[in-house]
């Protein structure tokens, strides 16, 4: 294996890292704001990536897509636990929207901080300077990814969170009911549609909208 090679292997992983990582600790931040200590006991709320791991979202997938030549990367981390109660008693439904999309606001912001990062890409020689140009791109491309995908209203993604909060905040009762009976199939609906290039890149398409206005 080249030595390019390795390199972009850690990048990308190191990237991947801090996008799932990063996603999840922001859920629980945004609740210990609203007063909700479940992730902070728990000890979730740290930066040492060992605390966050899943070996099959943080490992096997990403590995699998990356030596299939996936044309991105993608995966997560166990998720911080939230006690969205209390969330809700101490900030109402609003307070809840806000912990469900706090992670893909952490990936579209770091996304976009990395794009302008962009213009130092030139004439990349030193092995650490290869590594930083992997780094922004992979970083980049990951992030919006992360976003983009974390938004479908699919459970257990967090756009299924933020549209079922809304339905409450909205009093839509019936429908958050009805909502409510797809979860114990949402993975296996989210899976079919991964497995459907021909809809899957109809609901990826945001994501290159999204790098095109940020780059």
Same mark, same amino acid.
């Given at each position: 294996?080249?030595?390019?090679?390795?390199?972009?292997?850690?990048?990308?992983?190191?990237?991947?890292?801090?996008?799932?990582?990063?996603?999840?600790?922001?859920?629980?931040?945004?609740?210990?704001?609203?007063?909700?200590?479940?992730?902070?006991?728990?000890?979730?709320?740290?930066?040492?990536?060992? $605390?966050?791991?899943?070996? !099959?979202?943080?490992? +096997?997938l990403? @590995?699998? /897509?990356?030596?299939?030549?996936? %044309?991105? #990367?993608?995966?997560?981390?166990?998720?911080?636990?939230?006690?969205m109660?209390?969330v809700?008693?101490?900030?109402?439904?609003?307070?809840?929207?806000? $912990?469900?999309?706090?992670? !893909?606001?952490?990936? +579209?912001?770091? @996304?976009? /901080?990395?794009?302008?990062?962009? %213009?130092? #890409?030139?004439?990349?020689?030193?092995?650490?300077?290869?590594?930083?140009?992997?780094?922004?791109?992979?970083?980049?491309?990951?992030?919006?990814?992360?976003?983009?995908?974390?938004?479908?209203?699919?459970?257990?993604l967090?756009?299924?969170?933020?549209?079922?909060?809304?339905?409450?905040?909205?009093?839509?009762?019936?429908?958050?009911?009805?909502?409510e009976?797809?979860?114990?199939?949402?993975?296996?609906?989210?899976?079919?549609i991964?497995f459907?290039?021909?809809?899957?890149?109809?609901?990826?398409?945001?994501?290159?909208?999204?790098?095109?206005?940020?780059?």
């Open positions: 294996m080249e030595q390019n090679e390795i390199i972009k292997i850690v990048a990308s992983v190191i990237a991947l890292a801090i996008a799932i990582i990063g996603h999840e600790i922001m859920h629980g931040y945004i609740a210990y704001r609203y007063g909700d200590h479940t992730a902070k006991n728990a000890g979730r709320l740290s930066i040492n990536p060992i $605390v966050h791991v899943d070996l !099959v979202g943080t490992i +096997i990403p @590995a699998v /897509l990356y030596f299939s030549n996936a %044309p991105f #990367l993608f995966g997560w981390a166990k998720p911080v636990p939230v006690n109660n209390t809700i008693r101490n900030g109402g439904y609003n307070a809840a929207i806000a $912990v469900a999309l706090a992670g !893909v606001t952490f990936n +579209i912001i770091l @996304a976009t /901080l990395l794009a302008t990062m962009t %213009p130092l #890409l030139h004439n990349l020689n030193s092995p650490l300077e290869i590594f930083f140009g992997y780094f922004v791109v992979q970083g980049i491309i990951i992030n919006v990814v992360l976003a983009v995908f974390n938004l479908w209203p699919i459970p257990p967090d756009g299924s969170q933020v549209l079922l909060y809304l339905t409450q905040k909205l009093k839509w009762y019936k429908f958050g009911e009805a909502y009976k797809v979860y114990p199939f949402g993975i296996f609906i989210l899976f079919g991964l459907i290039p021909q809809l899957s890149s109809i609901l990826f398409a945001p994501v290159s909208w999204i790098l095109q206005i940020i780059l």
